[in-house]
């Protein structure tokens, strides 16, 4: 399933529910899961889809929203669908600009989270090489002296 049947379920079961309901506040748990391009979830939801589901909420409470990231399975599909949720929260247009602009801020912070992420599994490694804690392991500065840590490991 993709943007087409996320859409037909939510206008056809649940947007006339929650637009009965009539809530205060509406709380979205973010996951990404179903987001093109994850390996697991197996849909194929858009960041477009995301963007579209995301102003379909903010009708919602006086448009009182509150988003949690719950993440995906593929840093790079749950960055540009959060850009997406974030740029309609944000008030942006679902312009190709835009979201162009989204695509290019989430593939900025996906290269910079895989450094991070590297340096982190380095650490982490380091970390059970020398578990004891009078040991002192040394951590990686740096995503090369990392990977070097993790393949000693």
């Known amino acids: 399933p993709g943007d087409a049947?996320?859409?037909?379920?939510?206008?056809?079961?649940?947007l006339p529910i929650a637009s009965e309901f009539s809530p205060d506040l509406v709380l979205i748990a973010a996951g990404?899961?179903?987001a093109e391009g994850d390996p697991l979830g197996g849909c194929h939801v858009s960041p477009a889809?995301?963007?579209?589901?995301?102003r379909q909420l903010m009708r919602l409470a006086a448009g009182r929203v509150v988003v949690a990231l719950e993440g995906g399975y593929s840093l790079a599909a749950t960055a540009a669908s959060a850009a997406?949720?974030?740029a309609a929260l944000v008030?942006?247009?679902?312009?190709?600009?835009?979201?162009?602009?989204?695509?290019?801020?989430?593939?900025?912070?996906?290269?910079?989270?895989?450094?991070?992420?590297?340096?982190?599994?380095?650490?982490?490694?380091a970390r059970s090489l020398h578990?004891?804690?009078?040991?002192?392991?040394p951590v990686p500065?740096?995503?090369?002296?990392?990977?070097s840590v993790v393949r000693a490991a």
């Open 141 to 147: 500065t740096n995503s090369s002296d990392a990977l």
């Open 5 to 14: 049947e996320y859409r037909a379920v939510w206008d056809e079961l649940l």
């Open 49 to 54: 889809g995301y963007f579209w589901m995301t």
């Open 32 to 34: 990404f899961d179903a």
């Open 131 to 137: 578990p004891h804690p009078s040991n002192s392991a």
């Open 84 to 86: 997406a949720c974030m």
């Open 91 to 125: 008030g942006l247009d679902e312009t190709p600009s835009a979201m162009r602009e989204a695509q290019r801020a989430a593939d900025e912070d996906v290269r910079h989270a895989a450094t991070c992420n590297a340096s982190t599994a380095a650490a982490a490694a």
